[in-house]
């Protein structure tokens, strides 16, 4: 039904529900079981028109989170020893 590759590595896209983490209002908000179609081979996400509409309509609209959690906020910036010490394998780790 759908022959739609990656952009990136052309693998092939699957129809999944994802967690997705977005930025709202200077605040983080998790939205769970969203339709996507998730590359096989690098895991990118693709969101139909219809999934982005569903995202704004839930985190600006009336319905009422699930749940609220308390989630523990890390500043990787802060931790810099590990890459000022070698960088090298930074670059290598992001590529
Ligand atoms: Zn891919």
């Known amino acids: ?20 983490l977005q930025r709202y209002q200077d605040r983080w908000v998790m939205i769970e079981n969203l339709p996507a179609l998730v590359c096989i081979q690098c895991g990118e996400h693709y969101y139909t028109p219809q999934t982005h509409d569903l995202v704004v309509t839930l985190i600006t609209g009336q319905p009422q989170p699930e749940r609220t ?15 000022e010490s070698n960088p090298s394998t930074v670059k290598e780790f992001i590529a």
């Open 1 to 20: 039904m759908n022959e739609q590759r990656c952009i990136y590595c052309q693998g092939h896209l699957e129809l999944r529900l994802v967690n997705r």
């Open 69 to 83: 959690e308390l989630v523990k906020i890390y500043d990787a910036a802060q931790v810099t020893s590990a890459t």
